[in-house]
């Protein structure tokens, strides 16, 4: 499967659309908030740029990439004020696959544009927002155009399934207590692999002393079975085998480009790397909170959904839908009242070397 043409969040603003299901994911985000305004802000002082580049890796067609967008601005405007210095003009490029919903990004720029320019002389600073459609795993932009990325929920995301799993990892989709070693070091080889790709390419894009605020889901020790992250895996092969209708080897043949890493082996990866230093590496479980649905087992369930519905309808179909996710949040609701399972995010900042 080419993971470039097939994968991506559910576009529009329908019912089980990502923009209408992202809330899981901003609360992540928010959760770390002040650091990212603060690490915008510091290198912001630090390099002082007249026109300054960001990047959204990532950025899907949600509001939440525009809601980030209009805090670093304000982070930045902040910064000038302190240093009685006029703001600068920003660049900011928002990538994701070639398959993402950017029309949805760009319907709602407007409204963003009047909120930016709300109260400010002059209507502020330029602001320049473009789409940049491709993946991160290789090269985006030019050498040196870039002071500050930002990637939300994105790098947990590998280029491709790891070669050979489909073979081996039978009645999983993911790394489970079922699947054999090698299904784990393949993994962890995929993730080694295209994390290293990503700062090499990211090293090249960013001036020195620039910044990036990378969150993604990770897990918090050795085992790559850490029920915070696999459990939600695991949960969905169980509703696809309920489901009853589809074939052993069909299911047998299915499993999901995602990996959780650890501290430890972010870390790694950085370090052998050698363009980056690691200035802040922070893990939090998130509270269990149901928002606007009935559960949180259904909140989950609409979350994965917007997720995960190009590729399950791409090989499975696209009639199963709603019966799989309806039984998924219903095992969810079940197992979470047994036991108090709760997803781990990694917050990595990294500063490119001078």
């Known amino acids: 499967m080419d993971i470039e043409k097939v994968f991506h969040m559910k576009g529009g603003l329908g019912d089980t659309s990502y923009s209408k299901n992202s809330s899981l994911q901003k609360r992540a985000a928010d959760k770390v908030k002040h650091i990212t305004i603060e690490t915008m802000e510091e290198m912001f002082l630090a390099t ?24 670093l601005v304000d982070a930045v405007e902040n910064a000038s004020r302190s240093i009685a210095q006029p703001p600068p003009e920003f660049r900011v490029y928002l990538n994701d696959l070639p398959t ?85 070091q393949a993994y962890l080889k995929q993730f080694q692999e295209d994390f290293s790709l990503f700062l090499k390419s990211r090293s090249q894009e960013l001036v020195g002393g620039g910044r990036m605020v990378l969150i993604l889901l990770g897990r918090s020790g050795p085992s790559h079975v ?58 939090f479980e998130m509270e269990k909170d149901a928002g606007n649905y009935p559960s949180y087992g259904m909140a989950v369930a609409k979350t994965v959904r917007s997720i995960q519905e190009s590729m399950i309808a791409h090989h499975f179909g696209e009639a199963i839908l709603d019966k799989v996710f309806d039984i998924y949040g219903r095992l969810v609701d079940q197992e979470l009242a047994k036991d108090d399972i709760k997803s781990i995010t990694t917050l990595l900042v990294l500063t490119k070397l001078l």
């Open 48 to 71: 002082r740029p007249k026109s300054l580049g960001i990047a959204d890796l990532g950025c899907s067609s949600g509001p939440n990439t525009l809601s980030n967008i209009k805090q």
């Open 226 to 283: 850490d029920r915070g992250n696999s459990f939600f895996w695991e949960i969905l092969y169980q509703s696809l085998a309920t489901l009853g209708e589809i074939e052993e080897e069909k299911l047998d043949s299915y499993d999901v480009h995602f990996y959780a890493p650890s501290k430890e082996e972010l870390e790694d990866e950085v370090r052998k790397e050698g363009s980056f230093k690691v200035e802040k590496v922070e893990m």
């Open 100 to 184: 993402n919903d950017f029309n949805t990004i760009f319907q709602a720029l407007p409204d963003l544009y009047r909120e930016l320019k709300k109260g400010k002389n002059h209507g502020g600073p330029p602001i320049y927002i473009a789409g940049y459609p491709g993946t991160f795993y290789g090269r985006l932009f030019p050498d040196d155009c870039l002071h500050f990325i930002y990637s939300s929920n994105s790098l947990h995301w590998l280029s491709r399934v790891p070669p050979g799993v489909s073979n081996i990892n039978k009645k999983s989709i993911y790394i489970s207590e079922r699947s054999p070693a090698q299904v784990s």
